[in-house]
């Protein structure tokens, strides 16, 4: 019997989805999980910050603008801070780049963008860049 290539027996790359928007949600981790990659969701940036305090990503994919008293540049801020090993694999999305907030903080941490509304390929391209292939 011929032994199983370790890449083979490796679990896909686990990607943590912050996205309050329920269809933007389930669009991504379609395209994503049909490309191999394990999506765990979730749905507001406090939620978001707590699965990245207490458990292990491949990558993060943010978006910017969110409801509630933390949005995805407080995300970005507390990987800097709590999870430095994180800073070169998170991707930011908004719809919003003319916010002059967003703006800043694209310019001051230097993450992949994707700027909404974004084709499926371009989202691929970018997370398989950024995170590897699964």
Known sequence: MKPIPAKAMQEPTRILLIEDEPSVTAFLCAALERSGYRVEPAHSGAEGIERLASGNFGGVISDIRMPGNVNGADVQSWIQRHRPDMCKRLIL?????AN???????????????????????????????????
């Open 93 to 97: 999305i908004s719809g919003d780049t």
């Open 100 to 134: 002059l907030e967003t703006q800043e903080l694209l310019a001051r941490c230097g993450a992949p963008f994707i700027e909404k509304p974004f084709r499926v390929q371009h989202l691929l391209s970018i997370v398989e860049k950024t995170f590897g292939k699964p």
